[in-house]
């Protein structure tokens, strides 16, 4: 089991930056690979970005490649979502959420994950 808590989110300007953090609990979080999902009101939650258990393998949804850089610090318990160059479209609620299977290729389905976090809101103002 293990608990997830984002921060970080807040009201930001179209063109700027934020970096989202989701502390987790327990001593396991290098076992577990590690995804942000975003969801605006009224649309599903989509994936964002997913990175491996040791952080050597990442992937990004198309359309926030080399905007958002998903990180981790295994010592530290916490995921990490840098983001720049912010859109209006960017706007959503964003969680992070945990994968407990050694699959590969990382898991980009929300039903592949099996822990999530709270979320936190971005709103990016144009």
């Known amino acids: 089991q293990v608990q997830l808590v984002e921060s970080g989110g807040g009201l930001v300007q179209a063109g700027g930056s934020m970096r989202l953090s989701c502390a987790a609990s327990?001593?396991?979080?290098?076992?577990?690979?590690m995804g942000w999902f975003r969801q605006a009101p009224g649309k599903e939650r989509d994936f964002v970005a997913a990175?491996?258990?040791?952080?050597?393998?990442?992937i990004y949804a198309d359309s926030v490649k080399g905007r958002f850089t998903i990180s981790r610090d295994n010592a530290k318990n916490t995921v990490y979502l840098q983001m720049n160059s912010l859109k209006s479209e960017d706007t959503a609620v964003y969680y992070c959420?945990?994968?407990?299977?050694?699959?590969?290729?990382?898991?980009?389905?929300?039903?592949?994950?099996?822990?999530w976090g709270q979320g936190t809101q971005v709103t990016v103002s144009s």
């Open positions: 959420a945990a994968d407990r299977s050694l699959q590969l290729p990382l898991p980009t389905a929300k039903y592949e994950y099996d822990y």
């Open positions: 327990g001593r396991t979080f290098n076992t577990y690979a």
């Open positions: 990175i491996s258990r040791s952080g050597d393998k990442t």
